[in-house]
């Protein structure tokens, strides 16, 4: 099995846990470089655009579906009345 594994591949992937249980969930660049940037507190508009400039084949439907299922948000806020996102969309 070892020896399909490409040292010389990088590859970008999330750790999650739901209690006892661990998942190693594979993701392509784009989609890590999108849920950095929410996780850094950038609204979900401005991060989708930043992930499909650097690349145009990021898929934000195949990326929201994924965090969702996989449980990689911890939580999701709007904006307060002064336009500030005081809980943005966050990743673990």
Known sequence: ??????PYHAE???IVRDGLDVAVILLPA?????LSELGHGICLGEAA???Q?????FELVQTLGLALRTGLFTR???PDATGENNAP???H
């Open 53 to 57: 400039a650097a690349d145009p084949e």
């Open 89 to 91: 969309l966050a990743p």
């Open 30 to 34: 784009p989609a890590v470089a999108f």
């Open 49 to 51: 655009q930043a992930a």
């Open 76 to 78: 999701v806020g709007l």
């Open 12 to 14: 970008s992937a999330f």
């Open 1 to 6: 099995q070892l020896a399909a594994i490409d």
